[in-house]
Nanobody, 121 residues
Framework: QVQLVESGGGLVQPGGSLRLSCAAS????????MGWYRQAPGKQRELVAA???????NYADSVKGRFAIDRDNAKNTVYLQMNNLKPEDTAVYYC???????????????WGKGTLVTVSS
């Protein structure tokens, strides 16, 4: 199976930056979409950014121009560079990967355990 390990969360002041990382490991034949979701207290989980295997990206309107997603296919790792952070960016950020574990497998959806990002002065 596929395991996801996230890192990079923490406390940052408004206007600051953080870089999240998520490494996928285990039995992996191919990785399709890699992305980040977030869930703030009392709110539903929402897509922040996603990147396809061809490098095309998709961002939530609220983070466009501030966040950037990229991936290292050789390392099965996805990154989220977050700049000009705002208090409303405070949430648990979850890594999401859609992958094929084996050549015979269909696409499967995997989630990390989440990393907390707190934006506060």
């Amino acid at each position: 199976q596929v395991q996801l390990v996230e890192s990079g969360g923490g406390l940052v002041q408004p206007g600051g930056s953080l870089r999240l990382s998520c490494a996928a490991s285990g039995t992996i034949f191919s990785v399709n979409v890699m992305g980040w979701y977030r869930q703030a207290p009392g709110k539903q989980r929402e897509l922040v950014a996603a990147i396809n295997s061809d490098g095309s990206t998709n961002y939530a309107d609220s983070v466009k121009g501030r966040f950037a997603i990229d991936r290292d296919n050789a390392k099965n790792t996805v990154y989220l560079q977050m700049n000009n952070l705002k208090p409303e960016d405070t949430a648990v950020y979850y890594c999401n990967v859609i992958a094929r574990p084996t050549i015979l497998s269909g696409l499967k959806n995997y989630w990390g355990k989440g990393t907390l990002v707190t934006v506060s002065s």
